[in-house]
Structure formats: C-alpha cells, structure tokens
C-alpha cells in the first residue's frame, strides 16, 4: 500500500453551503436530463478511484438498487470520522458542506479527478435521501440526510456507531430527487460503459456492477489488468488494425503521462484525452502536446525514409492521424478544467509534459518497430493524397455557391436572423415538406424537405458527399462550414439555427433516415451533437378519439396501453403511417409547437460509447443499428 496516511479531519477543508446546488443543479452536474442523473453515480465513484489513486482502495461496487436508489461501496480507508476543528465530525462536514474535502490537502491526495470538493455533498443535495456507513478505526460509523438535510443526531459531535468490524471503506446509498430531475430511472448501459471505461485506466482496480431492478439481476466484474492497451483493442475490435497497440508512459514536472495508440485501415481518427481518469470530451492541453509533437517526429521521420522529398511541404496533422486510434492519460497534482463538468482541460503545463515524454518514448519506441514505422507513415501519405484531390473539389464546389442559399428553391427559411431564436426542420418526402411549411411559425422556424434517402457519408468519399444535392443544401443552410479531418473550415459560431431538428415518419424507412442524417453530423459536424443543437422530432403514432371528453395524441405503444387502461367509453383509434398524413394543423399540434411537442436531444457522453455508437450508426450491420435506434428512441426528453 502506498500513499501516506494523513487523511483525517485535519485536512478536510471547508469552502461554503449547499442551498444553491438544489437551486442551480446544472451548474454542479451539466443537467438535469438522464445525463445528468448519471453523474450523480460517477461524482461518488470518483472519489472511491481517488482513494484508489491514493493505494489503498483495490474494489469499488455499484449496484442499481430495485427502488430506483444505486449503492456505492469501497474498501478504502473510510472517509474520517474524527472531530474536525469546526466542532463536528469530518465526515458530517464532507456530506454537507461545498468544497469540503481531502483533495485540498496534498498530502492525503497526490492526484484526484474530484478537485473541487463537490462530489459528495453535490450528490447529497440532489437526493431524496442519501445512506452513508463508513467503515473506519474498528467500528461501523453511520449517517443519513433527506434533501441534503442531516436527520441523525450526532453524539458528541461524532456520528453514532451501529456495529463493529474488521472492515474499511464507505458505502454510499442514495436516491435521485424526483423534483429535480426530470427522469429518475438510471441509464444502465451508459453506468457500465464508464465504469468498464475506469477499469481500463486503472488497471489494478476491480469494479464490481450488479443491476438489481431487472428480472434477471444483471452481474459484470470489470478488471482490465492490460490497462489502455486493452482499452485500445477494445475500441479497435471490429476493425482491421495495422499493427498491435504502440503503448509508453513516462513523467515530467510531476506529471505522470501515458499513451496508447494503434493504426486501422480507415479514414478517420480517435484521439481520446483523460485526465486523472476524467474523459475530456472537448479535449485539451494534454491532447494538443501529444499531437503537435506527434505530427513533428513523423514529419521527421518521412523526411529520413525519403517519403517526402525537399520540395514536398510537411503532411499536416490530420494526415497523420489519419486512422489512428489514441488514448492519452494523464495524473495531475492540480488539473484545472473548463467548467465544472471537466470536458476540457486548460493546464499549460499538461501540453509540455505529454510533449516531453511523447517526443522521447515515440522516438525510441519507431527506431526499434521500423515496420510499424512505415505502416503509419503509408496511412499518411494516402490521406494526404486524398487531401489534395480533395481540396481540389472542395474548391470548386465552393466556388459554385456564391448565391444565396435561400435561392435553391428547397429552404424555407424563417424570417428572424437571430441564430438563438431559429430552428430548422429538415423533413423527409415533399407531401410532409408542404404541410410543415404551411403549419410552421413563419418567424423562427426553417423547413428543409429532403428527397429520399441521403447518402451514407461513411462509406462514400468527400467528393461524392459534396456532389450529393440534398447534402450540400444542408450544409449551406446551416452555415457553419464543414468540417473533415482534411480542410477543417467548420465554424459554430456561425450556426444560423439553435436547433436542428430532424423529422421524419416514425417507422424503420424513417429511423434509417434520420441515422444516415445523424452520421452526417457525426463525421461533418461533431460539435453540433457535443453542443446540443441536435435534436428528433417525435411524431405521434395514434390519435385517440373518445365518444366523450377530448381528443388526445399518443406518441408510442406504451401510451395507448396506458390510455387504453385509464380511460373508461369507447373511442376511436387513428394510427399516422407518416408525417404526410397529418394536415397543417395536426402536424403544428404534434410535432411543431414548442409548447406540446416532444423532442429527443442526441448526446453523447463517454468516449466508449461515442465510438462504438458511430461504428455502429455508419458500419455496414443493420440489425443493431436498427435495434439501437428503436431503443433510444423511448429516451425523449421533453422539450417546453
């Protein structure tokens, strides 16, 4: 066991109080959609990893319980419980108080991801109820809180003991506040992919998940003793590798670095950044270090084999990523992020570390693995082949369209030009384009009408995406630009709508639809879907008609076997096969008012899934992708 065991009440600092979390929740955990539900696990499996980082905790367990509540335990050192100078237990003061915790002493906690001391009390505030028994000095300590208000008495400013044991550790039980969160039912598969994900970055951990609220109680161990290299062959594993995973680590200025990567036959790239097991979806300091010192040493190195001649300029970047697979990780003393839900990290100092030892293992790893050298180098030189056909087409294409975008006959545009206010319908077949731009609200919606099916961008190549008519009115009514890994020229600020929704029939012709759209943005326009603009319309399936009483519109099965239970008389059934079905006034009611209709945000949260989802999305399999679209499709979120 490593670490020094200074962790008691002395070296828990206290910052401020807990009201505000209940009153501004998103500003703590992102939202208060499924996504933000979720986090509520990782803040308390954060600190059991960072007690892992410390050397003393070997096994984390997390259980959705059958009551809707999850259970997080560890066998770590137990949280202390010992009298804190503020006149009570430490441990009371970590559960209830912001910014109280170890992470602010150094010498309980080296590195952490949970920096800010929000963690637990975050969760404590965001709960109906949170159980906590710790486990510490011989004795089993307890505490319980209802809304992040403590309703056990302490003993002398000590929590009360329950029992004995020979045991260390702390267990968590809580239960999501269903008066904050719109949805309370965690999301299991996005729970086990982050978890597996943690596995992988820490692998002499032991994560145990068991899910209590199915029939069948479901029960994983993840333990991932190959540690990133696994984590690459895992994300690698339906595609055809060049080579097996290139891995090194190292440290510099107190930094510890450690990277993977692995080549596959395809044209895109993965490059996945972690620090202190947190996955940094927008990327930063430590994923710029790594490829802008990449870039230079195979530059370097192409001009040592004679790939590029004097005259040739240097391959860019984006060439020499090109079908590359990366994870970098990195342990920081004192990461500082963007925000507080860690996406991107901003340390000055990561980007020189990750170059330092990145520029001297990469070196020495290629001087001694010339075949896997050169498999690298060939993926460059094809991509850069392609860049220049590329740029070629690309020039003209743009070239052809100066006119306005408003003049192609297709757009019909809103006519307010606040980006903010503005949302466009893209809408499959012409008859359900004629009812949306009748039924729409002229002011602040567009409505695009796309023919047929678009192309599938990932099997076909730029110049042919860029031919593709429907595509290209796409990507000039937005107006942002493009981006592909070649000539980036994408630019969110220049976004001309908040919302981009798609609409098309609710049967498999328009959930393939909207896939081949979604896959569109995935490769073109990522950020659209990282930021939130990305959103599917639900149309209703039914329309239910009572002999007596109101009329009312029942957007899947589950609805109509709740009407079909609730509601007492007959009624007729209209079932809609399509958007066109609607009339104007029956497609505003359903699907376009802001006020009544539902819509789905697409997101996008861990890096295992992102990955695996596009795979999926763009491969060439149709089963799964037609049983994820349909599965996801239940995970609406309202948008009023």
């Not at 992470?103 to 949970?114: E, I």
């Not at 507080?340 to 330092?356: E, G, R, W, Y």
């Not at 009611?589 to 890096?607: N, Q, Y």
Request: aromatic share 8%; charged share 30%.
């Amino acid at each position: 066991m490593a670490g020094k065991n200074t962790y008691d009440a002395g070296s828990i600092a206290v910052l401020e109080g807990l009201e505000a979390v209940r009153k501004r929740p998103g500003m703590y955990i992102g939202s208060v959609s499924t996504k933000g539900l979720n986090h509520l696990i990782y803040e308390i499996v954060d600190n059991a990893v960072d007690e892992h980082l410390a050397g003393f905790c070997t096994e984390i367990h997390v259980t959705l319980e059958k009551d809707g509540s999850a259970t997080v335990s560890d066998n770590g050192r137990g949280v202390p419980v010992d009298m804190h100078e503020k006149g009570v237990s430490a441990a009371r003061l970590v559960y209830t108080t912001l910014h109280a915790g170890g992470k602010f002493d150094d010498s309980a906690y080296k590195t952490s991801g949970g920096l800010h001391g929000v963690g637990s009390s975050v969760v404590n505030a965001l709960s109906t109820y949170m159980d906590v028994k710790i486990s510490r000095d011989g004795y089993i300590h307890h505490d319980r809180y209802e809304k992040g208000v403590p309703v056990i008495e302490l003993e002398d400013g000590l929590l009360p003991k329950i029992g004995k044991t020979k045991k260390t550790g702390t267990t968590v039980n809580f239960l999501p506040d269903d008066t904050i969160f719109e949805k309370t039912r965690f999301r299991a598969e996005e729970v086990k992919s982050r978890l597996h994900e943690t596995a992988y970055l820490n692998p002499k951990l032991k994560i145990i998940f068991d899910d209590k609220r199915l029939e069948e109680p479901e029960h994983i161990e993840y333990h991932e003793p190959e540690g990133i290299i696994g984590f690459i062959r895992d994300l690698n594993k339906k595609k055809e590798v060049l080579h097996d995973p290139v891995y090194f680590k190292g440290s510099a200025d107190g930094i510890e670095v450690e990277v993977a990567l692995q080549y596959v036959n395809e044209f895109h790239e993965n490059v996945l950044g972690f620090c202190n097991n947190i996955y940094n979806s927008e990327g930063g300091t430590h994923l710029t270090g790594f490829k802008t010192t990449f870039t230079t040493v195979m530059n370097q190195y192409a001009r040592e084999l004679g790939i590029l001649k004097e005259k040739d300029a240097n391959f860019t970047g984006a060439d020499i990523r090109n079908g590359m697979t990366a994870i970098v990780s990195i342990k920081h003393p004192d990461p500082r992020f963007e925000g507080q839900t860690k996406t991107k990290l901003d340390n000055p100092d990561a980007a020189k570390a990750v170059s330092k030892v990145t520029g001297e293992e990469i070196v020495r790893y290629f001087d001694r693995n010339l075949d896997t050298l050169k498999s690298v180098l060939s993926s460059a030189e094809k991509a850069a082949k392609i860049r220049k056909t590329e740029e070629k087409a690309k020039t003209n294409l743009l070239t052809k369209q100066k006119y306005s975008f408003d003049s192609n006959g297709k757009l019909a545009n809103c006519e307010s030009r606040d980006p903010k206010k503005c949302e466009i319908f893209i809408v499959e077949g012409d008859s359900a384009g004629g009812s949306a731009k009748t039924a729409r609200d002229r002011n602040f919606q567009a409505i695009l009408p796309i023919r047929g099916k678009i192309l599938n961008v990932e099997k076909a190549s730029i110049d042919k995406i860029l031919a593709n008519a429907e595509i290209k009115t796409m990507i000039n009514a937005f107006g942002c630009g493009f981006s592909e890994g070649y000539g980036n020229d994408f630019d969110i600020s220049k976004l001309r709508y908040d919302k981009i929704i798609i609409m098309a029939d609710a049967d498999v012709d328009g959930a393939h639809i909207s896939t081949l759209l979604l896959t569109l943005f995935y490769r073109f326009m990522p950020e659209l879907i990282y930021e939130g603009h990305v959103y599917i319309a639900m149309p209703p399936l039914y329309k239910a008609m009572p002999k007596n009483g109101e009329e009312e519109y029942l957007y899947d099965d589950k609805a109509l076997e709740k009407y079909r239970k609730t509601h007492k008389g007959p009624f007729t059934l209209q079932r809609y096969k399509g958007l066109g079905e609607m009339d104007a006034e029956q497609l505003w009611e359903t699907t376009l008012d802001p006020e009544r209709r539902l819509l789905k945000l697409v997101e996008i949260e861990d890096a295992r899934m992102a990955s695996s989802v596009t795979e999926m999305l763009m491969g060439t399999e149709v089963p799964p992708r037609r049983a994820f679209i349909y599965e996801n499709a239940t995970e609406a979120e309202l948008d009023i």
